[in-house]
């Protein structure tokens, strides 16, 4: 999984968007069209005002969090909440992507860039009055990223460049080195990692129980934390409540305490319709929304005291992705998946006549209200640089998908026969196809999938499944699923993603943990990772990552559907809102005040 942002985006995306909507809203300039630059430009310009301390925000989420454990998180249910629990050497500034200072000051060195030293920041405190330490740092690399006893792990793919780990050592309190086997080009952007603390964590490392040891069902006062915001509790399919860290260290420039907000109130809901119709009740203070809200939200938005922004496309992914998993059962001595359908899943061919009648302009049509784009690459036009345009595409068209199937062997039906797909064994092409509860869009854009692969005579069983569910199923034997639509997080840069596309990754969906690349191209993206990790020369680099994407497209392991539009609404009452297209609205929630 994609799952950090690392680069600043350094090329625009010349597209136009509004930055708010309504007609109240457009006789302070809000509701004109503004592009990129304009709309960065005013984001980067933005002076947070003095805020009073106080309140809280109420927001809204469709998940439950599966743990509240950062090192072993491999889903935004949890990664969403922990985020605002635990911090980093350093940080990413939501509005530039660049990367700054945070638990570490400052930082050094050699010009091989192979060794650096982080002096830690003077005054740090855990939330239980411990100072914290790069003793901590230490502990978080060596004894959690590194121990192969602490599963699923996505950081430890980030952190072992060419096999190797990186040596890190603690100098002394206030001085952590990392020395690095070969030169990493994305390192200070990777220390956003998320530091925890040895003398709460270090005895269940110990007795080899630190993977549950901070589950849904640990009582908060043993959570121990560095972020802004402490865990205060969590009710399951209710709500999640954070109250602020009084220990946090950030000041702002008065010298006031921050977070500024006393509490943070995620509110569980069923869907993403129930999360609208709390929005619009003033039960719920901000609202992600889809495109198919946006005339609803803009006709209320003229009469109410709540903006929407129009942010332009979203970073991440959105995809269909099928089950090439070639793991034996150990109990039955025969693969997972079965062969017949592994016969069809693992066909490139079969692949790219699917990706022909994804029906992608017709999702943006129904799904998203119009207000979304087709995507193509495993990049996104937000993400900047390394996103490459020129990728193939495979383009709606249902008679190429039967000329692709027939030559391979399939005995494909006339349209509208009722008949069904058959393979060159004359067994029924028919399959599984699973998606998440609570999200509308993705529930709608499966069902037009669905429809699309029944006219080309493909019975496919939908079923809809909750989140933790399917990731379950991800992860573990039996390995019980034959396609599943999802989407992943994304951001700048390329390297984060490694756990996604390197063969021997965790979140490898197709086909995770492989002991060696299964086939040629996934051994070429295996290379391009590899190299790309420590490649300086950053457009030597592109050309790498530009050679990444065009082989996804080629070969479909994702077939992708869909961007959506960034909308984001928020109630009037709050100070400090920025606005921006890289990260939206929530980005800087530690200076937003109570009005």
Known sequence: MTRKIILPILSAVLITVGVGCGGRKDAS?????????EIQKRAEEFVPSIGKPGGEIVLSTISDPKSFNPITSTETSTSFFTGLM????????????????????????????????????????????????????????????????VVPNSSRDIFTLAGKQINVKALDSARVQFILPIPFAPFLNSLSQEILPKHKHAAAVAAKTFPTSLSIRTPPADMVVNGPFLLDNYVSSQRVIFR????????DSEGNALPYLDRLVYTIVQDQNAEMLRFLQGEVDYFAAKGEDFPELKRAESGSN????????????????????????????????????????????????????IDKENMVRIAMNGLGYPQWSAKTP???????????????DPQKAREILASEGFKVPTQGSGEFLTDKNGSVVEFSLVTNSGNNVRIKIAEIIRKDLQDL???????????????????????????????????????????????????????????SPSTPWEARIDTIFDLGVKEMDRAKRKELYDEWQVIASEKQPFIYTVLAERIECIWDKFGNVNPNMNSGLLHNLEYWYVK
């Open 29 to 37: 300039g809000l509701g004109t069209q503004l592009s990129y630059e």
């Open 86 to 149: 635990y911090e980093g050497l350093l940080t990413r500034n939501g509005v530039t992507l660049e990367m700054e200072p945070n638990i570490a000051e400052r930082w050094e060195s050699s010009e091989d860039g192979l060794t650096w030293i982080f002096f830690m920041r003077p005054g740090v405190e855990w939330s239980d009055g411990v100072p914290l330490s790069a003793y901590d740092v230490e502990f978080t690399f060596n004894d959690l990223i590194y121990n192969r006893d």
């Open 244 to 251: 602020k860290n009084p220990r946090y260290w950030k000041k």
């Open 306 to 357: 709540f903006t929407v922004y129009r942010l332009g496309p979203m970073t991440g992914s959105s995809f269909m992705v099928f089950n090439q998993n070639l793991k034996v059962n150990p109990q039955t001595g025969r693969t997972f998946v079965s062969p017949t359908k592994l016969e069809w899943f693992r066909n490139d061919n079969f692949r790219k006549a699917i990706a022909h009648v």
């Open 382 to 396: 937000a993400e900047g640089y390394f996103y490459n345009p020129d990728v193939v595409k495979y383009h709606y």
């Open 457 to 515: 005579g493909i019975r496919v069983h939908f079923q809809v499944l909750e989140f933790n569910s399917i990731i379950q199923k991800l992860d573990n034997p039996p390995f019980d699923w034959d396609a599943i639509l999802l989407g992943l997080t994304g951001g700048p840069e390329p390297h984060f993603g490694r756990n996604v596309w390197h063969s021997s990754g965790g979140l490898h969906m197709w086909y995770p943990r492989q002991a």
